[in-house]
């Protein structure tokens, strides 16, 4: 059974940083492209990052390049998000997601989201 | 403003058909790219709905249907049921912006 466990949210002030974890069970963890998509309270679905397979490969939303680092270490099956420079626009709902396919794939697998609050 | 647009909200009465739009461009739905749908209930994660434009996962009702034309992707709804009252997303890629993009999703009130 897919499984997939986010954690490290928290409370922090602008500018500041956090790192969140994924960790996935399962499956066989270094063959699936893995990402973050956030939700911000009453918005939308926004992705952020994705990472494939040996950690190679990397791609981010405009909205993050060069404050977020996507990273994975497929030894322990866990993804991180290392978040630096936070804005109070980068509250939200932070969900890790499986993609089944090639960049064009779909979602088939989610966790059930960590909580950031950005605020002073 | 999200890439992929969709109307904030639809509605109809239980046993009803609905239809919701995804509207995209050249650079996503209309490059050929596959059109995915979430539903989202309400504080849970969102969950595959139809994948590869048309396909449905196993446990997926065959009372939602998607199709694809051009820039634009359509999610159906047949027989309306109070439980499908939640939030929909499509979502694609887009090979300008390097990434998956979804629409700004819909929501759907049962009447």
């Known amino acids: 059974q897919v499984r997939l466990v986010e954690s490290g949210g928290g409370v922090v002030q602008p500018g500041g940083s956090l790192r969140l974890s994924c960790a996935a069970s399962?499956?066989?963890?270094?063959?699936?492209?893995m990402h973050w998509v956030r939700q911000a309270p009453g918005g939308g679905l926004e992705w952020l990052a994705v990472i494939w397979y040996e950690g190679i490969n990397k791609d981010y939303a405009d909205s993050v390049k060069g404050r977020f680092t996507i990273s994975r270490d497929n030894s322990r099956n866990i993804m991180y998000l290392q978040m630096n420079s936070l804005k109070v626009e980068d509250t939200a709902l932070y969900y890790c997601?499986?993609?089944?396919?090639?960049?064009?794939?779909?979602?088939?697998?989610w966790g059930q989201g960590t909580l950031v609050t950005v605020s002073s | 403003q999200s890439i992929l647009t969709q109307p904030p909200s639809v509605s109809g009465a239980p046993g009803q058909r609905v239809t919701m739009s995804c509207t995209g461009s050249s650079s996503n739905i209309g490059a050929g790219y596959d059109v995915h749908w979430y539903q989202q209930l309400p504080g849970t994660a969102p969950k595959l709905l139809i994948y590869g434009d048309t396909n449905r996962p196993s446990g997926v009702p065959d009372r939602f249907s998607g199709s694809k034309s051009g820039t634009s992707a359509s999610l159906a709804i047949t027989g309306l049921q109070t439980e499908d009252e939640a939030d929909y997303y499509c979502q694609s890629y887009d090979s300008s912006l390097i990434g998956s993009v979804f629409g700004g999703g819909t929501k759907l009130t049962v009447l």
């Open positions: 997601a499986r993609i089944r396919g090639d960049s064009g794939g779909y979602f088939d697998s």
């Open positions: 399962g499956f066989p963890f270094s063959r699936y492209g």
